[in-house]
């Protein structure tokens, strides 16, 4: 109840505002002249498209495919580092609070860890448009809906017959986050589990069990 008084109050008192600058109204009583806000002119330099025509569903699904696979890299290297004792105490351990996760614990997390997780959302699409020139500012919404989207799936505890990973065998999910906090080790990514297979950091019953294989076959030779 705390949360919905403060966006309703919050929000529900700016958007007067809001209708009196888009309309221009009471400029005389206006304190200072309108400044043009810094978005445009960075999403301008880097080359993102804010204007008509939107892009086509292909070039927008192609891109936002990209963008997953580029953000769940840049969130594995720098996740798996944040669970370093230093950073681990300091950081990361606040996002640990909750060894049973569920939807709003996705964003529950130290301003620092936000920033270094969150470039990885925000930075990949600016890096992408700065080395192609070709990004709408439509895509780059969608793009973050859809990362909210799963992040909050991946903290919802909940593992249904028709989870999105039963079909994507490389789609991490709820199942493989939720073994993050309820062991505090691997799994690392954020949306596939291909990282964690390779660099062998995955926490699954199979990976356990391949890993004790592994150290029979070894002491055995």
């Not at 109840?1 to 529900?12: A, L, N």
């Amino acid at each position: 109840m705390s949360f919905v008084m403060h966006e309703i109050v919050y929000f529900g008192r700016s958007l007067p505002w809001i209708f009196i600058d888009t309309l221009g109204l009471f400029k005389n009583y206006k304190i200072q002249n309108y400044v043009r806000r810094l978005f445009h002119p960075m999403a301008q330099f880097f080359g993102l498209s804010t204007s008509v025509p939107f892009p086509s569903v292909w070039t927008m699904m192609y891109q936002i495919a990209i963008f997953f696979v580029l953000e769940d890299t840049w969130h594995y290297f720098s996740h798996r580092a944040l669970h370093w004792g230093p950073l681990y105490k300091a950081i990361h351990k606040i996002h640990h609070q909750y060894s049973a996760p569920f939807g709003m614990a996705a964003e529950y997390a130290s301003p620092i860890e936000v920033m270094i997780l969150g470039f990885g959302t925000v930075g990949c699409p600016i890096l992408w448009c700065a080395l192609t020139g070709d990004l709408h500012i439509f895509t780059m919404y969608v793009w973050i809906v859809l990362r909210l989207f799963q992040a909050i799936d991946a903290h919802s505890g909940y593992e249904f017959p028709w989870s999105l990973h039963h079909f994507l065998p490389f789609w991490a999910g709820a199942d493989h986050h939720d073994l993050h906090h309820e062991k505090f080790v691997g799994n690392y990514s954020s949306s596939f589990r291909w990282w964690d297979y390779l660099l062998d950091t995955e926490y699954t019953p199979e990976a356990l069990k391949r890993r004790r294989e592994g150290k029979i076959i070894k002491k055995a030779q």
